[in-house]
């Protein structure tokens, strides 16, 4: 949670913050048998330097920080072997992929959660923006949300998102999912709706990132960089999650609020699947 957190705050740093996170970050069991002396000895800055960051990054004393990350680190994923087996490799990387789910879900603000969920059911039309791996996220949103008879839209073309930018207004939410929050063409985009729309959800690990800033909503995921091929869906794991959230929730408010609506949308839908059954 400590480190995934330095990771998602980690572009918005200093030079000397980034120094004092990427030791943390790779050499945590050094960091919790060091006073703060002896850290900001090894790292060559000053005592004062490296608990204004402990602070920064939410802990009130340096003691504190540490007791934490030593309870992280009892419960420290295993390291791959790349000579081990295929059923030793395949347990790890579901391992580490349950663990980002789990940092995911103890990031996530739940009242934002809500609002967002909210802020669907009242709107009427759901844009959504994402570019590279974050497309299948994107695409897999928007699909649900038109199944529940929300109206949802989704290019992946960037010219094609643009060009329908002008005709956003302030009733229209714009949901970005952007794993980092600093890719160019989603922070350009992002800039240019934000003159017709301000409503707009980021689903990002960059917490502090320039997306962040330009969202009246954020909903924080875990950081997750991918080291190799097999792990690449990793990164994109907990925004299938957290979007997964969001369409049970959107589901449950139009059970409470609308039953019969969505009574008569999922007669619609079973009749469409008996009839295309039958077409086969």
Same mark, same amino acid.
């Given at each position: 949670?400590?480190?995934?957190?330095?990771?998602?705050?980690?572009?918005?740093?200093?030079?000397?913050?980034?120094?004092?996170?990427?030791?943390?970050?790779?050499?945590?069991?050094?960091?919790?048998?060091?006073?703060?002396?002896?850290? $900001? &000895? =090894?790292?060559?800055?000053?005592?004062?330097?490296?608990?204004? /960051?402990?602070?920064?990054?939410?802990?009130?004393?340096?003691?504190?920080?540490?007791?934490?990350?030593?309870?992280?680190?009892?419960?420290?994923?295993?390291?791959?072997?790349?000579?081990? =087996?295929?059923?030793?490799? $395949?347990?790890?990387?579901?391992?580490?992929?349950?663990?980002?789910?789990?940092?995911? @879900?103890?990031?996530?603000?739940?009242?934002?959660?809500?609002?967002?969920?909210?802020?669907?059911?009242?709107?009427?039309?759901? /844009?959504?923006?994402?570019?590279?791996?974050?497309? /299948?996220?994107?695409?897999?949103? $928007?699909?649900?949300?038109?199944?529940?008879?929300?109206?949802?839209?989704?290019?992946?073309?960037?010219?094609?998102?643009?060009?329908?930018?002008?005709?956003? =207004?302030?009733?229209?939410?714009?949901?970005?999912?952007?794993?980092?929050?600093?890719?160019?063409?989603?922070?350009?985009?992002?800039?240019?709706?934000?003159?017709?729309?301000?409503?707009?959800?980021?689903?990002?690990?960059?917490?502090?990132?320039?997306?962040?800033? @330009?969202? &009246?909503?954020?909903?924080?995921?875990?950081?997750?960089?991918?080291?190799?091929?097999?792990?690449?869906?990793?990164?994109?794991?907990?925004?299938?999650?957290?979007?997964?959230?969001?369409?049970?929730?959107?589901?449950? &408010?139009?059970?409470?609020?609308?039953?019969?609506? @969505?009574?008569?949308?999922?007669? &619609?839908?079973? $009749?469409?699947?008996?009839?295309?059954?039958?077409?086969?």
């Amino acid at each position: 949670m400590i480190k995934t957190y330095i990771k998602g705050i980690y572009d918005s740093l200093s030079l000397k913050e980034k120094e004092i996170a990427d030791y943390i970050i790779n050499n945590s069991e050094t960091v919790i048998n060091s006073t703060i002396s002896e850290l $900001a &000895k =090894n790292i060559g800055i000053s005592d004062s330097t490296v608990y204004r /960051f402990i602070r920064k990054i939410g802990f009130i004393g340096y003691n504190d920080f540490k007791i934490k990350l030593t309870q992280e680190l009892s419960f420290k994923k295993k390291k791959r072997n790349m000579d081990d =087996n295929i059923p030793s490799y $395949a347990k790890i990387i579901v391992e580490n992929n349950i663990n980002l789910i789990e940092d995911s @879900l103890n990031l996530l603000n739940y009242d934002d959660l809500q609002r967002v969920i909210d802020e669907i059911y009242e709107t009427e039309r759901v /844009f959504f923006l994402g570019v590279g791996s974050s497309s /299948f996220v994107c695409e897999y949103f $928007a699909k649900k949300l038109n199944v529940l008879g929300k109206y949802s839209l989704y290019y992946s073309d960037t010219h094609m998102m643009n060009s329908i930018i002008p005709t956003l =207004n302030s009733n229209d939410l714009i949901i970005v999912i952007s794993h980092t929050g600093v890719t160019k063409d989603i922070v350009i985009l992002s800039e240019a709706i934000r003159e017709y729309s301000r409503n707009i959800v980021s689903i990002t690990s960059g917490i502090e990132s320039p997306l962040a800033k @330009l969202s &009246k909503i954020v909903l924080t995921t875990a950081y997750a960089k991918d080291t190799s091929k097999i792990e690449f869906l990793s990164s994109r794991i907990s925004e299938f999650i957290v979007s997964e959230i969001i369409i049970n929730g959107y589901y449950e &408010k139009l059970e409470k609020d609308n039953p019969l609506y @969505l009574k008569n949308l999922l007669s &619609k839908i079973d $009749a469409q699947r008996l009839s295309e059954k039958g077409l086969k």
